[in-house]
């Protein structure tokens, strides 16, 4: 029997083919075409502070995690680097403001 890999205890790995790079490698560069959402969440924080625009209230670092960053026209790839599409709202205040348009739609039924 020529089988080299009779009689171990690894799985066969098909062979690279086509551009030669691997899946992993593939992923981290279409990753890196997306847009990062933590850099302009960053950019959001520092721009407007950490204080949510709907409610007033103000947070600190060790609860910055409860502030959302909210695209006002709702076109999460529209990402200006003034930040001119962008409030901060915390999580309740977030909550509320996307949960207005569901309610809207349900309230104009017949």
Request: proline share 5%.
């Amino acid at each position: 029997m020529s089988n080299s890999n009779k009689g171990r205890n690894r799985p066969i790995r098909p062979e690279k083919k086509g551009t030669g790079r691997s899946v992993g490698d593939i992923i981290r560069g279409l990753r890196k075409e997306l847009p990062s959402e933590d850099s302009y969440r960053e950019r959001s924080l520092k721009i407007h502070g950490l204080i949510c625009a709907k409610c007033g209230r103000e947070f600190d670092d060790k609860d910055r995690r409860l502030l959302t960053v909210h695209h006002k026209d709702g076109d999460h790839s529209y990402n200006p680097p003034d930040g001119s599409n962008w409030e901060n709202l915390c999580v309740d205040c977030h909550e509320d403001e996307h949960s207005r348009g569901i309610l809207a739609d349900y309230l104009k039924k017949p």
